[in-house]
Structure formats: structure tokens, C-alpha cells
């Protein structure tokens, strides 16, 4: 089984090659939207990577809950209600939401996720 340490240099590897970022940006706090400028299309590539670095399977609303993001039930005036965070948190156990709870505009949640969440996230998946 993989150390957190391990874990997080795989994916630290996976983010250089995917993003072409150096490798002192990669740090657990670097959100993946707002410092590594990863965009829509980069994230199939980074999630296609730690698939293999892993051998896991991720399914996309894991990471991207837009059925969320999208749903009338959850969002009210481009804002996630109290219901909606909820269900965000449920299923994002792995993410630190406290700074989004404060103001949970849906067009900020892009820029929510970080290295370390996306680390909580694989050494949950595979165990660590």
C-alpha cells in the first residue's frame, strides 16, 4: 500500500505532465483551476493518469459534481442552498469545502479543488 507521500508525488507527477506546470507548483495547497490553470479538457487527461498511476477507476461525478452544480433543486440565484452543500459534501468527502461554504456561488466551485483533495481522494480510493 502507498504512503500519502507516495501518493501525492504520483500525482504531483501526473499534474507536471499534464499541465506542463513546474514542479514547484505542484504544493498540496495549489488549487488545480486557479494556480496550475487547468482547464475542462486537462481534466480528462489528469484523471485518465491517475486511472493508470493508480489502476483505479474514477467515475466523473466524483470529481465533478455538475448534476449538482446544475440542479434547480440545489441552486438557487447561482448559489448551492444549505440542501445543495449537503449533497456536495456527501459526496465530496474528500474536499475541503469550508472556504466555498462561506460563499457558495456554483461559477467559484471551479476553482475549489486542490492538489491535497485530489490526494484525499486517491488514498481514499486505493486505500492509504
Do not use: H, W
Request: glycine fraction near 6%; charge should be negative.
Amino acid at each position: 500500500m502507498a504512503s500519502k507521500e507516495e501518493v501525492f508525488e504520483k500525482i504531483k507527477g501526473a499534474l507536471i505532465d499534464a499541465l506542463g506546470v513546474d514542479d514547484d507548483e505542484v504544493v498540496p495547497e495549489a488549487t488545480l483551476v486557479g494556480d496550475l490553470a487547468a482547464e475542462s479538457i486537462d481534466f480528462l487527461d489528469i484523471v485518465f493518469r491517475l486511472e493508470k498511476a493508480f489502476n483505479i477507476s474514477i467515475p466523473r461525478e466524483e470529481l465533478f459534481p455538475e448534476d449538482i452544480l446544475t440542479s434547480s433543486t440545489y441552486v438557487q440565484g447561482g448559489k448551492l442552498t444549505a440542501e445543495g452543500l449537503a449533497e456536495l459534501k456527501k459526496r465530496m468527502p474528500f474536499a475541503d469545502l469550508s472556504k466555498f461554504e462561506a460563499d457558495p456561488r456554483v461559477q467559484d466551485f471551479g476553482n475549489l479543488l486542490t492538489v491535497q483533495d485530489l490526494t484525499n481522494y486517491v488514498c481514499a480510493k486505493i486505500g492509504a
